[in-house]
């Protein structure tokens, strides 16, 4: 019974994997195709729905996921494809992380850049991290390719990174211990604030 179990887990993750993957190919078609209008959207309500996907999709995985400033409101300007933005982010902070227990902290703040009024979004986590060389590579289209080490098709990120161009905003990865990226990331976007 002990196999049996293990053996539907993994089907049952192989199979939220390829859910994912042509959800992230879908969505990836319509931002190319410009379909999707933005709107002001709350971005914890948002980060709420992500964390409950991501806790359903990787049951077997001892998560620990804290939010600093989910009781607040904070609106963006964006659209339903901010969900699947802070998924991916979330679903990479999992994948690569080796440790029994996979840490993430989000933090919202707002911050001025340019005139313009943005919420700033901090996704940290104690994965294995980037190194240097990969951190811009990450969001391009098709990057697992290069990288033989890596998992998944290379969707992911480069979705991530076109939704957050077609809302005006920014995208990059630092180490989450300056210096250190083996200490694992902190993702980091910046999306246009409304109202």
């Known amino acids: 019974m002990k196999k049996i179990k293990e053996l539907l ?3 049952r993750e192989q199979v939220i994997k390829g ?7 879908h969505n990836l078609s319509r931002l190319e195709e410009n379909k999707i209008s933005i709107n002001s959207i ?3 309500s948002v980060i709420k729905d992500a964390l409950n996907s991501i806790r359903k999709s990787f049951q077997a995985r001892n ?24 998924e991916n982010v979330l ?14 902290l989000i933090r ?9 009024n943005y919420i700033q979004l901090e996704f940290m ?5 980037i190194t240097d060389d990969r951190k811009k590579e990450i969001f391009q289209k098709g990057y697992k390719k290069k990288d033989k080490h890596a998992k998944g098709m290379g969707f992911g990120l480069s979705l991530v990174s076109k939704i957050i161009t077609s809302y005006n905003g920014e995208i990059w ?10 200490k694992g990331c902190n993702f980091t976007m910046l999306i246009p604030e409304t109202i």
């Open 9 to 11: 887990e993994i089907v």
């Open 42 to 44: 709350e971005v914890c």
């Open 19 to 25: 859910a994912k993957l042509v959800s992230n190919i």
């Open 108 to 116: 919202i703040s707002k911050k001025q850049k340019e005139s313009i």
């Open 91 to 104: 679903i990479n902070s999992v994948k690569y992380n080796e440790n029994p227990i996979v840490e993430i």
């Open 63 to 86: 998560i620990d996921i804290k939010v600093d400033s989910v009781d607040k409101e904070f609106h963006v300007q964006a659209n339903e494809l901010l969900l699947d933005l802070f």
């Open 125 to 129: 986590d104690n994965g294995i991290g």
């Open 173 to 182: 990865v630092e180490d989450r211990v300056r210096g250190d990226y083996s």
